[in-house]
C-alpha cells in the first residue's frame, strides 16, 4: 500500500548532490512529491526533506541508497504522523477584491493567514500550514481571482527531543575511529 | 651569511611549484599507481604532457579505444585487487568509457577514471569536446568530483582512490579541467584515511553473528552462496576454514568462483541461470542458507517468491542497502567478510553433514550423465564450447586466469574451467557486457604477469572491441585469445530456439578471418575446426611465448544446459531443451 512518507537526509553541502539523490529516485519511476533543501543547525552540512507517496519497503530501500552517497551523513524515513511539518504558501489578490467587500480580510483572519504587501494593484497574503488548509485558503481566495498562487517544499521536524545532530558527528568520528581498515 | 633575499625565497617557493598536471602523476605515484590505460586527446594534453617524463616509474598503454582502456583496467583491478587507472580526454573520449564505468560500478571494482575536461571558464557553453561527464557518469560512479583548480588535486585524488577502495569498491571519475591542469600548486600529498560522510563498512555486531551461529549450529542442511564479496574482502581462507569446520557445501556466483578452490570436496559449483544442478534445487531444500558477500542478481534467484522460502536466510554483507533488497535475510550480519566469517568460524561447532553434501553429489552424477559427459565428450563431430574450455584448464592445470567476454561463451568459460586460485576468473557479471573480454584480458595479463591469461570469447563479442589487438601487439602481451567461434550470437540465438520458435532474428553473422586479422596485426594465431588439431593447437598457443589467437569453429548451434528460465524457479532449472 502506498503511502506518505517523509524522508530527511543529512549531507555535506557538495555540488551535484542533489543530482545524485533525484536520480535514485527517477531510476525506480517514483515522483517525489516535494523536496527542500536548506542548511541545517551545522554551517556546512545540508539538510533534505523529501516527500513521497510510496510504499514503505520501497522507502526503506530508496533511504538506504541515499546513505550509501558518499557525501550523504544520514538518512531516515517517517510516516507523517511521525513529525512535525509546514509548508508556506503566498497568494497574490487584486486589491480591488480586499477593498470590494470585508470576505476576503475575514479569510486571512479565519486562516492564521497574514498579509504580506499591499500595492494598489496587488495584495500579497502569506500562509503556513498542512497542504489541505493551503490548499482550502486558496480555494476561498480563487472566488475573487487569485492571480498568482506559490506553495513551498515542505519543511518537517522530528516529535524527539533535539536534532543530536552535533552528537551524530561525534558518534560518527567513534565509528569510523573503531574499524580498522584492511590495510592497502 | 647574510640572509637570504625575498626575491631569492619567492624564486625558491615559485621553483617548488608544479603544475596540476604533474601533480596529478606525483598524486597517482603516491597511491602506488603502475599502470595507467588510457587516450589523449585535446583536453588532457597537460597531463599526458607531465606523463612524458614519469615514464621510469609509471607505465602507460595506449588502448584503441577508450572502452577498451576502462575495461582493461577492470581487468587489472579484478585481477590484482588494486585500484584500476584510467585517462581520457573530454567529450567523446570520456563518453567511451561509460559503459565499463556502468560494468564496474555493477560489479563492484575499484576504478579511478581521471577525464580532461574544458577550461573552467568555458563549462556550459557547449565548446569544443564539453560533455557533462560529472552529470553523465553520476549514476554508474560511487564518487565523480570536477577539479576546477590546481590546489583541488591533490586532496581529491586521495579521496577518490580511498572511495574506490574502501567498503564496498566501485569507479570514481574524477574531470579535471584544462585550467586546472596548466595552473601552478604547491605539491604535498595525504592519502585519505577517512570522509565523515561515508562508513566504508560497519564493525561486527556480535549479536547478529551470535545469532547466526545459533542457526548455523542447529541446522541440518546449511547451505552456503559465496559472492565475489569474498574475493574483495580477500576472505577465502577464512571461507574455506569456515565451511570446513561447520561441514557446509557452498556454491559460488558467477564473480565469486575462483574464490574457492574447484575441486574442494564442499565446492559444489556454480549458482544461476547456467550454474550447477545441484545448487539450483537445493537451494530450494536448505534450511539455513547462508549468503556472503553476494547480492541476489535475479540471475542467481530465479524468480524470488519462489526461492529458498523454506530456509532461514543469513546474509553476511559489506554494503547495508544490499540488505533485504531482494531476498529477506532473517540473520543480517553488517561488515566485512573476512571478519564476519573469522568470527563465525569460532562461534560454529564442527559438525559434518555427510547426507546432506551426499545430496549435492547426487544432484552432480545426474547433470554428469545429463549435460556435463555430453558437452566434454560429444558423439558429434562438431567440437563444442565445453571441450575447448575444459582443455585449455588442463593444459594450464587449472592455474590460469580466465578471462571471459559475455554469452554462451561466457557460461562455458565459467561452468568448465577449474580454479585453483583466487582472482582468477575475471568476467562481466551484473552488466553482461559484450566486447568485455579481449581488453580485460590486457589488463588481467598487465596485472598478473606471471600467470597464463587465457581469455575466452565470442565471434560477436571479439568485434565489439577487436581494435584491442593491436593494443596486445604493441604492448607485445602474451595473452592467449580464444575465439569460441559459432557464427552466431549464440546466446541469443539460444533463446530464440527456446522461447521465440526458433525465428533467429539477426544473429547469425558473416565472420572476417580472425587468424587473417591477427597477423595483420602482427600476432599469430591459427584456426581449427577438428579435436586432433585443437589439441596440438592449443599446445602451442599455451607454449607460445607471445599472444596468440586461437579461432575454434564450434557447433553453431548448441545451447548452454542446464538452464533456469526467465521468471522461473531455481528449482525447476532444466537439463536440456527437451524437458
Ligand atoms: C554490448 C552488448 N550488446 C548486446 C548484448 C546482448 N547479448 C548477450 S549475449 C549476446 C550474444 C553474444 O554473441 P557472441 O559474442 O558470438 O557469443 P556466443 O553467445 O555466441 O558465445 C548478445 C548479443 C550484450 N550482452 N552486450
Ligand atoms: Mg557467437
Known amino acids: ?184 | 651569511m647574510t640572509a637570504p633575499s625575498k626575491e631569492f625565497m619567492e624564486m625558491k617557493q615559485k621553483a617548488m611549484q608544479i603544475t596540476g598536471a604533474e601533480a596529478v602523476i606525483r598524486s597517482l605515484l603516491e597511491e602506488g599507481v603502475e599502470t595507467i590505460f588510457g587516450y589523449p586527446g585535446g583536453a588532457i594534453m597537460p597531463v599526458y604532457d607531465a606523463l612524458y617524463d614519469f615514464d621510469k616509474q609509471v607505465r602507460h598503454i595506449l588502448t584503441r579505444h577508450e572502452q577498451g582502456a576502462v575495461h582493461a583496467a577492470q581487468g587489472y583491478a579484478r585481477v590484482t585487487g588494486d585500484v584500476g587507472v584510467c585517462f581520457a580526454t573530454s567529450g567523446p573520449g570520456a563518453t567511451n568509457l561509460i559503459t565499463g564505468i556502468a560494468d564496474a560500478m555493477i560489479d563492484s571494482t575499484p576504478l579511478v577514471c581521471i577525464t580532461g575536461q574544458v577550461a573552467s571558464p568555458l563549462l556550459g557553453t557547449d565548446a569544443f569536446q564539453e560533455s557533462d561527464v560529472v552529470g553523465i557518469s553520476m549514476p554508474v560512479t560511487k564518487w565523480n568530483y570536477q577539479i576546477t583548480t590546481p590546489e583541488e588535486i591533490p586532496t581529491a585524488i586521495a579521496q577518490a582512490f580511498y572511495i574506490a577502495r574502501s567498503g564496498r569498491p566501485g569507479p570514481v571519475v574524477l574531470d579535471l579541467t584544462k585550467d586546472a591542469q596548466f595552473g601552478k600548486v604547491d605539491f604535498t600529498y595525504k592519502r585519505c584515511e577517512k570522509i565523515r560522510s561515508y562508513v566504508p563498512e560497519y564493525p561486527l555486531d556480535k549479536e547478529s553473528l551470535k545469532s547466526a551461529a545459533d542457526l548455523i549450529n542447529s541446522a541440518k542442511k546449511p547451505f552456503l552462496l559465496f559472492g565475489q564479496g569474498v574475493v574483495l574482502s580477500g576472505a577465502e581462507r577464512e571461507l574455506q576454514e569456515f565451511i570446513e569446520k561447520a561441514g557446509i557445501p557452498a556454491a559460488g556466483t558467477l564473480l565469486g568462483l575462483s574464490a574457492l578452490d574447484s575441486e574442494h570436496e564442499l565446492n559444489t559449483g556454480m549458482l544461476g541461470m547456467h550454474g550447477n544442478y545441484g545448487p539450483n534445487i537445493k537451494t530450494n531444500e536448505c534450511d539455513v542458507l547462508i549468503a556472503v558477500g553476494m547480492r541476489f542478481d535475479d540471475r542467481v534467484t530465479g524468480d524470488v517468491k519462489r526461492y529458498a522460502r523454506q530456509a532461514k536466510v543469513i546474509h553476511l554483507e559489506i554494503d547495508p542497502s544490499e540488505i533485504n533488497k531482494i531476498i529477506k535475510a532473517d540473520v543480517a550480519v553488517l561488515g566485512d567478510a573476512k571478519k564476519s566469517l573469522r568470527m563465525l568460524t569460532r562461534l560454529v561447532k564442527k559438525q559434518e553433514h555427510t547426507d546432506w553434501v551426499n545430496e549435492f553429489h547426487q544432484a552432480a552424477d545426474i547433470e554428469n550423465e545429463k549435460v556435463i559427459q555430453k558437452d566434454l565428450f560429444p558423439v558429434k563431430p562438431g567440437l563444442t564450447m565445453g571441450e575447448v574450455v575444459r582443455m585449455s584448464s588442463e593444459l594450464t592445470n587449472n592455474q590460469s586466469v580466465v578471462v571471459a567476454d559475455v554469452g554462451q561463451n561466457q557460461m562455458a568459460a565459467a561452468r568448465y574451467s577449474k580454479f585453483s586460485k583466487t582472482r582468477s576468473h575475471i568476467s562481466s557479471g551484473g552488466l553482461g557486457t559484450m566486447g568485455f573480454g579481449l581488453p580485460a584480458a590486457i589488463g588481467a595479463k598487465i596485472g598478473a604477469p606471471d600467470r597464463e591469461v587465457v581469455a575466452f570469447v565470442g565471434d560477436g563479442g571479439l568485434q565489439m572491441t577487436i581494435q584491442e589487438l593491436g593494443t596486445i601487439a604493441q604492448e607485445n602481451l602474451p595473452v592467449k585469445l580464444v575465439v569460441l567461434n559459432n557464427h552466431f550470437l549464440g546466446m541469443v540465438r539460444q533463446w530464440q530456439q527456446l522461447f521465440f520458435e526458433r525465428r533467429y532474428s539477426f544473429t547469425e553473422m558473416v565472420n572476417p578471418d580472425f587468424v587473417k586479422i591477427a597477423e595483420g596485426f602482427g600476432i599469430p594465431g591459427k584456426q581449427v575446426t577438428t579435436r586432433e588439431e585443437l589439441k596440438v593447437a592449443m599446445k602451442e598457443m599455451i607454449d607460445n611465448p607471445g599472444p596468440f589467437l586461437l579461432d575454434v569453429l564450434v557447433e553453431k548451434e548448441d545451447n548452454i544446459f542446464p538452464m533456469v528460465p526467465t521468471g522461473a524457479s531455481v528449482s525447476d532449472i532444466l537439463l536440456s531443451a527437451e524437458e
Open chain 1, 1 to 184: 500500500m502506498k503511502e506518505e512518507f517523509i524522508i530527511s537526509a543529512y549531507s555535506e553541502n557538495h555540488i551535484g548532490l542533489l543530482n545524485r539523490i533525484t536520480i535514485i529516485f527517477t531510476r525506480r519511476k517514483v515522483n517525489i512529491e516535494s523536496l527542500t533543501v536548506s542548511e541545517s543547525a551545522l554551517s556546512g552540512i545540508s539538510k533534505f526533506t523529501i516527500v513521497v507517496r510510496e510504499e514503505r519497503s520501497r522507502v526503506e530501500n530508496i533511504v538506504k541508497q541515499i546513505e550509501k552517497q558518499v557525501d550523504v551523513l544520514k538518512a531516515y524515513f517517517h510516516t507523517n504522523e511521525e513529525m512535525i511539518f509546514q509548508e508556506i504558501a503566498l497568494y497574490k489578490v487584486p486589491t480591488q477584491a480586499l477593498m470590494e467587500s470585508d470576505q476576503i480580510e475575514r479569510m486571512v483572519r479565519k486562516h492564521n493567514a497574514r498579509i504580506l504587501e499591499i500595492t494598489k494593484d496587488y495584495t500579497v497574503i502569506e500562509k503556513t500550514g498542512h497542504k489541505e488548509e493551503t490548499q482550502e485558503l486558496f480555494e476561498g481566495l480563487n472566488k475573487f481571482g487569485v492571480l498568482q498562487f506559490i506553495r513551498s517544499g515542505r519543511v518537517a521536524i522530528t516529535r524527539s527531543a533535539n536534532e543530536r545532530l552535533s552528537e551524530f558527528l561525534a558518534e560518527r568520528d567513534a565509528l569510523l575511529a573503531s574499524i580498522e581498515m584492511k590495510s592497502n
